[in-house]
């Protein structure tokens, strides 16, 4: 079975000319579960506690974003034109039905997803928002955290910036932070064939642009009422969501609070909430097996 540390990259090219950088992981057929990351992250960044443990039962698809890690062209601006993107890729790689779970800012952007796709072209048949929030609203909650902007911009990223902002700020929060990281560093030139992509504006090397983009689309999103309306937006149309979906998060998310967890679930018809003690954004890597076993639940059921 191929695996995260082992996967080779495959690529397909857009109309416009960028390619889209993907990996298909495990032998599972059927209905495959598309995993949408974080802020700068790329597919080389996700757990394989949790994508080879998902794999084991599902087809499971990692791709990065539009100019983000091995992928070309240009970061999206808007969530709405970072789901047109992978809504793009799907049908280009033949994709007609789907899972999907997003993390983070992939949270942001497979809401978009689900509620912007043309039905007819692509299904999403169950959706997981994990450490997430939505678009602006007024129940929409912002972090009292004034340091997350700078400590998630900064131009080197090391374990450090994620012992702020996903792990609790205590002994179990540390040793989570460095289990995770030692976890994501196993996918290697060694082991894959291939080198490992780099953080999104990593060093800088891009001046910034790919960062202030995903920047820009957060911000758009969530705090700009005139820019996150009808398809930009989601917080009016959560209802509209009448598929099952799954909202997780830690019990207190440092970067977006977990109360937009429990809004999230509130405005969708078919929710489940399931909230994890102890843990903060990265509750997902945290107690990454028994979160497998939660979305297998939800995805079986």
Request: aromatic letters at 10%; charged letters at 20%.
């Amino acid at each position: 079975m191929s695996t995260q540390q082992t996967a080779k990259t495959q690529y397909v090219k857009s109309p416009n000319g960028a390619s889209f950088a993907y990996r298909e992981i495990g032998n599972a057929s059927g209905t495959p579960l598309v995993l949408l990351t974080h802020f700068r992250g790329t597919m080389d960044k996700w757990d394989p506690l949790i994508v080879n443990n998902l794999a084991k039962t599902h087809r499971v698809i990692t791709v990065d974003y539009a100019g983000v890690g091995l992928s070309t062209g240009e970061v999206a601006t808007s969530m709405s034109q970072s789901a047109a993107d992978i809504i793009q890729f799907l049908e280009l790689i033949g994709e007609s039905e789907i899972d999907l779970l997003g993390f983070s800012i992939g949270g942001y952007v497979a809401q978009m997803i689900a509620l912007n796709a043309d039905p007819s072209k692509l299904k999403v048949r169950k959706l997981i928002l994990a450490g997430t929030g939505t678009s602006y609203g007024p129940d929409l909650k912002f972090s009292p955290n004034k340091d997350v902007g700078s400590v998630a911009g900064v131009k080197d990223v090391d374990v450090n910036v994620f012992k702020v902002l996903f792990f609790h700020k205590n002994p179990q929060g540390d040793a989570a932070a460095e289990a995770w990281w030692s976890r994501i560093h196993e996918r290697s030139a060694a082991t894959s064939g291939e080198e490992a992509s780099v953080w999104l504006s990593s060093g800088y090397n891009d001046g910034g642009k790919g960062l202030m983009g995903q920047v820009t689309q957060g911000h758009n999103f969530t705090e700009i009422k005139d820019k996150s309306l009808g398809k930009d937006g989601a917080y009016d149309r959560l209802s509209d969501l009448k598929i099952p979906v799954l909202v997780a998060n830690g019990i207190n998310d440092y970067m977006i609070p977990t109360a937009n967890s429990y809004l999230i679930y509130q405005k969708v018809p078919n929710g489940q909430l399931i909230l994890y003690p102890d843990s903060g954004h990265g509750f997902l890597f945290q107690y990454a097996e028994t979160f497998v076993k939660h979305v297998e639940i939800f995805l079986e059921g």
